[in-house]
């Protein structure tokens, strides 16, 4: 069975500060996806990483794809109140479907 | 242009009926998977399905069963409700289906089964 462990689960910090959320499994992805998930809503694509050491930038957002395609992380630089969601790290088992396994999400809270 | 849409938002059961629940892709999408999301978790992977063929399925059981039509849409039908299929059933869609193709969700049915 395919994991992905994502850490921390919940996250509460001070609008200003740096975050880093990590997704570690020991299958490796043909990709991996990071989504945020509003409350009542489905979650909406923020990156999808497929090399193995790709680094992509979203504005304050990065993301790493690690050398062996197990691992990834999200670091967020300077966090706002807006950043306030739902986290959730999503891998893709094979390269001919595109079945997600994703793991149980980062709930960040930024507070003013 | 408008993104995946799902009927209906909420839906209320009670053990043992069945429930259908539809999702329309994105314009141009041929792939639709459905995805289960029980509070606090990460969505699951139910089915896959691509030009009207089931590409995948996940470990649910037979009691969860769905179809694409011609027209790219898709049903999940849930047979014999139990109260642990309370969840947010999302759906999404693809142009081809494959694992670098870009997957987009969404808002989800609400169904709450008493």
């Known amino acids: 069975t395919q994991l992905l462990e994502q850490s921390p689960q919940f996250l509460s910090i001070q609008e200003g500060e740096n975050l880093t959320v990590y997704c570690n499994s020991s299958?490796?992805?043909?990709?991996l996806q990071w989504y945020r998930q509003e409350p009542g809503e489905g979650p909406v694509l923020l990156v999808t990483?497929?090399?193995?050491?790709e680094v992509k930038k979203l504005k304050r957002l990065t993301f790493q794809f690690g050398d062996a395609r197990k691992d990834s992380s999200l670091h967020i630089t300077a966090a706002q109140p807006g950043d306030t969601g739902l986290y959730l790290c999503?891998?893709?088992?094979?390269?001919?479907?595109?079945?997600?396994?994703f793991g149980q999400g980062t709930t960040l809270q930024v507070k003013p | 242009d408008a993104g995946v849409t799902q009927s209906p938002t909420h839906l209320i059961k009670t053990r043992g009926q069945h429930v259908t629940l539809r999702c329309s892709p994105i314009?141009?999408?041929?792939?639709v998977s459905w995805y289960q999301q029980v509070l606090g978790q990460g969505p699951q992977f139910i089915f896959q399905?691509?030009?009207?063929?089931?590409?995948g399925r996940g470990n649910f059981p037979d009691r969860f069963s769905a179809r694409q039509f011609p027209n790219y849409s898709s049903e999940l039908n849930v047979n014999a409700l139990l109260l642990g299929d309370s969840a947010l059933y999302l759906c999404?869609?693809?142009?081809?289906?494959?694992?670098?193709?870009?997957?987009?969700f969404g808002p989800g049915t609400r169904l709450t089964v008493l």
């Open positions: 999503a891998g893709a088992v094979s390269s001919n479907t595109g079945k997600l396994i």
């Open positions: 399905y691509y030009e009207k063929e089931e590409r």
């Open positions: 299958s490796v992805f043909s990709s």
């Open positions: 314009s141009g999408h041929k792939s």
């Open positions: 999404a869609s693809s142009l081809l289906g494959t694992a670098t193709d870009t997957q987009y």
């Open positions: 990483v497929v090399t193995g050491g």
